[in-house]
Every structure is written in C-alpha cells, then in structure tokens.
C-alpha cells in the first residue's frame, strides 16, 4: 500500500492534502477510486497514476482535491 506516496509529494502539495498516518489509507483509497485499479494493487495503481499525471495533471489534481474534500 502507498507504494507511490513518496513520488506523488508535489501533487499532494497542489491538493493541500497532507498525508498522515491516520489518512494515508483514506488517501490511497481514493487515488485507486480516481484511477479505476482495485484496493492494494500498487504497481496497476501507481501505473495508472502516472498515466493519467502525464496526460492531465490538472484534472488528476482536481479530481483528487475534490474526493478528498467529499469524504
């Protein structure tokens, strides 16, 4: 799990989330909802992740941003 985090630092800055060790598995949740992946399957997630960065880091950004707000 969050096998990515460490990679996603600057996105997480855009967003204002700071990940703890309370929220980090609400977090990961919601990226792996964001990116279509079943809970716990890092490689696919961090895959798609990166995926959906190179295309549109905006959208990622909001889309993170908005299901975090929503919990």
Request: with cysteine; net charge positive.
């Amino acid at each position: 799990m969050t096998c990515y985090f460490r990679h996603l630092k600057s996105i997480f800055e855009k967003t204002g989330i700071t990940v703890t060790k309370e929220n980090k598995r609400d977090v990961d949740r919601i990226i792996h909802e964001i990116v279509g992946v079943d809970y716990k399957n890092c490689p696919a997630t961090w895959k798609e992740v990166k995926k959906k960065i190179a295309e549109d880091e905006a959208n990622f950004v909001k889309q993170l941003k908005r299901e975090w707000s929503e919990r």
